[in-house]
């Protein structure tokens, strides 16, 4: 307890040196960015004895060594797939079976004007599979909460164009 005492009390003196710093005194940055730290350490250090951590929740399963036989392997089918470059004058391929299915503009558009769900039941659905199907075609949708928000009138993701595709 008495350690405690001393640490809030280090705590408490550091504080005053920071505030008595920032009204006027001229020192230079780094010496006052350690202070800060210092009193940070100090305080989570008083308060530390006081909180009980979960060992076993903070440990990470080690990784395998890889054996020679699989580091030949990987090295071998790494070198068997070039990645590919794309350029911006390129266009995406998508799967010509869907694209005869679904329009991707008219897609684009309801899928940013109404929720995945509503969305879903006017093409007969899952909103799963309509999410699926939006990914296939590289079509972009509104991600999580971006509903709730437009509803709340607060600040939504900007929506992206829809990018060129054609047929495999």
């Known amino acids: 307890m008495n350690l405690l005492a001393e640490n809030l009390d280090k705590a408490e003196a550091l504080s005053a040196e920071i505030a008595s710093i920032i009204e006027g005194s001229r ?3 780094n010496s006052l960015i350690k202070k800060v730290e210092t009193a940070q350490l100090i305080t989570r250090t008083a308060v530390a004895p006081l909180v009980t ?3 076993s929740a903070k440990r990470k399963r080690a990784k395998r060594p890889i054996r ?3 580091q030949n392997h990987i090295s071998v089918r790494a070198a068997a797939k070039p ?3 794309r350029t911006s004058t390129e266009l995406l391929s998508v ?3 869907l694209l005869s299915r679904y329009d991707r503009e008219e897609l684009y558009e309801k899928a940013w004007k109404m929720p995945m769900r509503i969305l879903a039941k006017e093409y007969g659905v899952s909103d799963v599979a309509l999410a699926k199907t939006c990914r296939k075609l590289l079509v ?3 991600g999580r909460g ?4 437009k509803a709340a009138n607060l600040p939504v993701a900007v929506r992206p164009r829809l990018p060129e595709a054609q047929a495999r």
């Open 83 to 85: 990645k590919k470059s």
């Open 53 to 55: 951590v979960n060992k």
């Open 95 to 97: 799967s010509p079976r």
């Open 68 to 70: 020679a036989s699989q």
């Open 146 to 149: 971006y509903w709730a928000k």
């Open 27 to 29: 020192l230079n940055h």
């Open 140 to 142: 972009p949708v509104p």
